[in-house]
């Protein structure tokens, strides 16, 4: 292990070559772009023997690293916002397919209009597809969470792609004291790719991504649902392993608590987690839960540190259009509903496109929450 | 061909009786051996050959989404290349809707990076599968669904968009022209592509009796004169080099489109227009083949 | 934590190459093709039938009815004319 000092999509560059793909494949975007920049100077020195492929757009990219996981390799590709709304129809198809891809997030806004900063609308927006979705808060921890995504990703009991979100600008471009894992330490932690469930091999035909009519559709999907679902353990289990041999734990791996023993507790997600910490310091009636797997939901684990609250404030950044909230609002207050005695649940929508949320902000919304009926939305600003 | 009997493509797909497009695939894979994976695009053949649980293939074959087939085969190539595997041939399969229209920017890219993969084409000219709509490959004056002829509609206004052309523009070392009527030189053509590294390109002309307009029992007889009137030319365009593999002494296109619902509505006029089309487009291919030119070079 | 103990092998790929022969497209027929004695075994019909369902045996073409569809391409095709049809009988 190395103490550093480096730019988040560099720290994210340097593990994925830890990590050893056969394949990566890139389509520029911004923020994501350091992280690609990174890679194929990594390649072109020789320092990271893996397959480089330079693709015509982020569909080609979702598409070529489909093809190559589904050829027996280890792939790695990286987009943000408009990229990631392009993939859309890859998403749903390599989940369907059960192909065990990792993909970083650099978090951004979705036109139109175009905006090149930070929410998390476009993974949020992605939700449905079937992949896991962790969301992290420091450089750091996006880099941890690649070497833990590929060893969750490839599990027997998972066989799912996973992204990790990390907020565009904030933690790509931002330069942070990190440690960066040695080779061997990574290489000790992922076994080998070896799939036998999807695999094209000219010594075992098989046919992967067929038609299928509606009866075995449904239980098909049925069964995508199953193994999303059943991937929370695995999710916690790979976080401690992680935790034993690198000496860095993230909550339970779906969750995280901060402080959480008062009467309010705000829900977030990703870095914004990091001022929220600040301001949680600074009084002592709110504590803070971050959601650190949003896809498998947490929604147990919610419960359990929640169903106490008075109030529980839901800070997101991003807005469902046509709901009059946020989606991650409207899901913890949905797994809360099942409790006789529920906590008044407020949202906020913060932080659009890339809009600063200060300390003074988030008091701002801890006061007035106090004020606010159960199941009221506000905007931030 | 060693075994006549041999055979990659089970039996048991859906598709229309007299099909042309498995008619190509049956014969490609008689040609290509099984030391391949296929990626293939939604189409037709995709839909009736890998009806869950049961498919045809017996070679290894995926299937993502519509539109980006060459992208998928340019990444199983890639991870075949890392695992040290130099001799599967990757194929990136479709229909011309899913090569020529919505995958041409998937086409296009591996066609720009060379990527060693071989990009093939079974063309019924048009998007059989969801009922016979016009497609980039549609021939001028042909009636589909979505350009019906009527009494103020010729059918397809424009001419057929001419993807192989556009491959050896990319650079693509390898391009062909097949027909599913002359069996020899589809497998010739696919044989010599295999020996080619980096991106090659064939189109396959598959005639379809539901789409076009004809009876099943007709499919090979429309494809052979499709090449005897000059409507499909059959040529091969070596290191930018182009030669017509068949240069049959031309009949006239009605036989051909006479033979075709989709094409009844055409007044002599149009049928005019079309011949003249075919003797101009035939006579300019003549001079490119005597004028020796490098097609990869100028383009 | 303790680990799972079943693993729920995912069912989505086909691992049976060629399975879809259990699909008899053969009652789809109107028309059946019949090889007569004229045949000479030139495998035209092998190389064009669209479901690979007449096969060369003996120098001699066999139709397997299981899976002919009756589009008489063989028929068609056939520069012998040693193949005639008849109407399937119900």
């Known amino acids: ?332 207050r949905d797994a809360l509903y099942s409790l006789k005695k529920k906590p008044k649940v407020v949202g906020f929508i913060a932080g659009l496109g890339g809009v600063d949320i200060t300390i003074k902000l988030i008091n701002r919304a801890i006061e007035h929450s106090e004020k606010m009926k159960d199941g009221e939305v506000e905007w931030l600003i | 061909m060693a075994d006549i009997n041999f055979d990659l493509l089970a039996p048991g797909c859906r598709t229309c009786a007299g099909c042309g497009a498995v008619i190509a695939a049956r014969n490609l894979l008689r040609a290509t051996g099984k030391d391949i994976i296929i990626c293939e695009s939604t189409g037709c053949l995709e839909v009736t050959s890998s009806q869950y649980p049961l498919t045809a293939w017996k070679v290894p074959w995926i299937h993502a989404v519509f539109e980006n087939a060459a992208s998928v085969a340019a990444g199983v190539k890639t991870a075949l290349e890392a695992q040290g595997n130099d001799h599967t041939q990757v194929i990136a399969f479709g229909g011309d809707g899913g090569m020529v229209d919505i995958g041409f920017g998937a086409v296009s890219g591996v066609l720009e990076r060379d990527d060693d993969i071989m990009i093939i084409t079974y063309d019924n000219e048009a998007y059989a599968n969801t009922g016979v709509q016009r497609s980039g490959a549609t021939p001028f004056g042909a009636s589909t669904s979505t350009t019906p002829a009527g009494l103020a509609s010729i059918g397809k206004k424009q001419w057929k968009k001419n993807l192989p052309m556009i491959a050896v523009a990319h650079g693509s070392k390898y391009v062909a022209c097949v027909s599913i009527a002359y069996p020899q030189d589809l497998q010739n053509k696919v044989k010599k592509a295999m020996k080619i590294k980096g991106a090659r390109y064939m189109h396959i002309h598959t005639p379809c009796p539901t789409g076009w307009g004809f009876d099943s029992s007709k499919t090979i007889e429309v494809a052979r004169l499709a090449v005897q009137t000059g409507m499909w030319i059959l040529y091969e365009i070596e290191d930018g080099k182009f030669k017509k593999t068949m240069n049959p002494e031309l009949k006239p296109v009605e036989e051909y489109l006479k033979m075709q619902k989709r094409f009844k509505h055409l007044t002599e006029k149009e049928i005019k227009i079309i011949q003249e089309h075919i003797n101009k487009t035939w006579k300019e291919l003549d001079n490119l083949e005597k004028s020796g030119v490098n097609l990869r070079t100028i383009l | 934590m303790k680990k799972s103990k079943k693993i729920t092998k995912p069912s989505i790929a086909i691992k049976e190459p060629g399975s879809s022969k259990k699909v008899k497209t053969g009652a789809w027929r109107t028309f059946k093709p019949i090889v007569t004695d004229k045949c000479t075994g030139c495998g035209i019909c092998v190389i064009f039938c669209p479901e690979g369902c007449v096969k060369l045996k003996n120098k001699k073409a066999t139709i397997d009815y299981d899976y002919c569809k009756g589009c008489l391409i063989c028929m068609n095709e056939c520069p012998v004319k040693a193949i005639k049809k008849e109407r399937e009988k119900k």
């Open chain 1, 1 to 332: 292990m190395t103490r550093c000092f480096m730019e988040g999509s560099d720290l994210v560059a340097r593990v994925v070559k830890l990590c050893k793909p056969d394949v990566i494949s890139a389509y520029p975007i911004t923020p994501q772009t350091h992280i690609v920049e990174k890679l194929a100077d990594l390649v072109a020195d020789g320092k990271l023997k893996s397959k480089f492929m330079e693709v015509e757009s982020e569909f080609s990219a979702i598409s070529s690293v489909a093809g190559a996981c589904a050829a027996g390799s280890r792939t790695f590709t990286a987009t943000s916002s408009q990229g990631l709304a392009l993939m859309h129809e890859m998403l749903f198809a390599s989940a369907g397919m059960r192909l065990p891809l990792v993909m970083v997030v650099a978090n951004r806004a979705l036109s139109s209009p175009i905006n090149i900063w930070n929410d998390q609308q476009d993974s949020i927006s992605q939700r449905d597809a079937g992949w896991i979705q962790i969301y992290v808060e420091t450089a750091q921890e996006a880099a941890d969470s690649v070497i833990q995504a590929y060893r969750i990703a490839e599990d027997e009991r998972v066989l799912l792609p996973i992204m990790v979100c990390m907020d565009g600008f904030i933690l790509t471009h931002s330069m942070e004291p990190a440690d960066l894992p040695n080779e061997k330490e990574v290489q000790e932690f992922l076994p080998k790719y070896n799939p036998t469930h999807a695999i094209l091999d000219p010594k075992k035909p098989m046919t992967l991504g067929p038609f299928a009519y509606p009866e075995p559709y449904f239980r098909l999907r049925k069964e995508l649902s199953t193994a999303i679902d059943e991937s929370r353990e695995v999710i916690s289990e790979i976080n401690e392993k992680f935790a034993k041999k690198f000496k860095r734990k993230y909550g339970n791996g779906l969750i995280e608590e901060y402080k959480n023993n008062r009467k309010m507790a705000i829900v977030s997600m990703g870095s914004v987690v990091g001022t929220i910490r600040e301001v949680v310091d600074s009084r002592n009636d709110v504590g803070v839960v971050r959601i650190r797997s949003y896809r498998p939901f947490p929604k147990k684990d919610l419960i359990k540190v929640l169903k106490d609250k008075k109030i529980v404030i839901v800070l997101e950044k991003d807005i469902s259009l046509g709901l009059g909230s946020g989606s991650v609002f409207s899901e913890v």
